[in-house]
Nanobody, 117 residues
């Protein structure tokens, strides 16, 4: 019943910016941790950033200082502001919800980010 819908992906030049959004439904959003993961061709899915219910954030080393995760509980939405994008950031980006009750992970279908000149 939990549904996550991502948006905001697209084509951007190196050094450019994008903002990804993920709207959650079917859950009490503010009670759950949220995150963004990505999967590039030929690679495993990896954590990009996460944000706990209290707003504490965690970032992968390869995006720290460039990306910012935030949440708006009134809109049931988590964001990923992506600045100074690099070619190696090209991937499908997935929204993740980790349920507080049983730590089960829920996933969106993903949004493609392509960084290319």
């Amino acid at each position: 019943q939990v549904q996550l819908v991502e948006s905001g992906g697209g084509l951007v030049q190196p050094g450019g910016s994008l903002r990804l959004s993920c709207v959650a439904s079917g859950t009490i959003f503010r009670l759950n941790a949220m995150g963004w993961y990505r999967q590039a061709p030929g690679k495993e899915r990896e954590l990009v950033a996460s944000i706990a219910r209290d707003g504490i954030t965690n970032y992968a080393y390869f995006v720290k200082g460039r990306f910012t995760i935030s949440r708006d509980n009134a809109k049931n939405t988590v964001y990923l502001q992506m600045n100074s994008l690099k070619l190696e950031d090209t991937a499908v980006y997935y929204c993740n919800l980790r349920a507080t009750m049983d730590l089960r992970d829920y996933w969106g279908k993903g949004t493609l980010v392509t960084v290319s000149s």
